[in-house]
């Protein structure tokens, strides 16, 4: 039987977990790491860490800090995350996102004649993601304009933030809400199904979740807090017209005013303002979801971005030989 040596090891921070492999062989080890810590990552003051979750946040951080000074080379999905380590280990980490292969569909999402349909996505509905700021920007919207329907998909299981421990913190287990999504329409005063201006699309089929995004007029993408979060890679592979929030990862992303739209993530009435402009002449905005397609294929398309993980892995490898050597 013929071998093959192992020219460089890829490991991911949390789910490949590589501490045991460092100083056991000679061959380069590259780790990828989304984020080093939820201290880093961020979370809204409403939803504090609690204290059981700062004690194994710190555990996570110096986890990653190890694992930057110990790899040849890290890989973090974007620049902010970079910027999320210490400076000291910048030389040792590559921003690299993934790379993609999406194609345009025909939607099936089913939509209420006249209405103009505003969509939003994220992994989990939280304040991080931006969720509860979507919430209140479309009540403000609704004021200034009613045919219109907002459309959320993503999981009501909080995963980035802390949303879940302010509910068992303040409710009694009798009245504590299910999840943070149902608290957040309770408290708003919102109803779903019916005559209802929201609906939540819960995660389906790949071809499902396509077709919802295909179906929208607008995203909104308030985002609070995050490193690289892959359902914006999906709306703007699709050419959807987009009004994002200017912070965090997304500036890497969007560019303001040929790609998408960029907002202050506080400054609700320039959101307000941009929202309603697009739905009252979507056509004279429509550019900007089609360059934003063109553009995603560009830079983060599969066929773009493998060239340039090889390029990264060959690095790795050709400095750890030059260090042996």
Same mark, same amino acid.
């Given at each position: ?20 492999? $460092?100083?056991?062989?000679?061959? +380069?080890? !590259?780790? &990828?790491?989304?984020?080093?810590? #939820?201290? %880093?990552?961020?979370?809204? /003051? ?103 329907? $907002?459309?959320?998909?993503?999981? +009501?299981? !909080?995963? &980035?933030?802390?949303?879940?421990? #302010?509910? %068992?913190?303040?409710?009694? /287990? ?152």
């Amino acid at each position: 039987m013929q071998k093959t040596a192992i020219d460089v090891i890829v490991a991911h921070g949390s789910g490949g977990f590589p501490l045991q492999v $460092f100083g056991e062989f000679d061959v +380069p080890i !590259v780790t &990828y790491i989304e984020f080093p810590s #939820f201290g %880093h990552h961020g979370h809204s /003051a409403a939803y504090p860490q609690p204290d059981y979750a700062t004690f194994r946040d710190k555990i996570f951080e110096m986890t990653s800090y190890h694992q930057a000074l110990k790899s040849d080379l890290v890989i973090v999905p974007s620049k902010y995350a970079k910027t999320m380590f210490p400076v000291e280990l910048h030389g040792k980490i590559v921003p690299q996102m993934e790379g993609f292969d999406i194609k345009r569909q025909q939607t099936a999402f089913k939509k209420e004649s006249g209405y103009f349909y505003v969509g939003y996505t994220a992994r989990d509905l939280s304040s991080a993601k931006g969720f509860e700021k979507f919430i209140i920007l479309a009540k403000k919207v609704l004021k200034e304009r009613q045919k219109v329907k $907002f459309v959320f998909c993503g999981s +009501p299981k !909080v995963l &980035y933030s802390y949303e879940e421990a #302010f509910l %068992h913190s303040n409710f009694p /287990a009798e009245t504590r809400p299910k999840d943070f999504m149902s608290y957040l329409l309770e408290r708003e005063g919102i109803s779903l199904g019916g005559d209802s201006s929201f609906q939540h699309v819960s995660f389906a089929a790949y071809a499902d979740f396509a077709s919802f995004i295909e179906g929208m007029d607008l995203f909104v993408y308030p985002l609070q807090f995050g490193s690289a979060n892959w359902g914006l890679f999906e709306i703007l592979f699709r050419g959807r017209t987009t009004i994002a929030s200017d912070r965090c990862f997304v500036p890497e992303v969007i560019e303001h005013n040929r790609t998408g739209m960029l907002c202050p993530y506080d400054d609700d009435e320039l959101w307000v303002r941009r929202i309603v402009d697009v739905i009252d002449q979507p056509e004279r905005f429509k550019h900007l979801g089609d360059a934003a397609a063109a553009d995603m294929n560009d830079r983060f398309h599969i066929s773009k971005v493998a060239p340039r993980y090889l390029d990264i892995l060959t690095f790795a490898t050709l400095r750890k030989r030059l260090l042996l050597d």
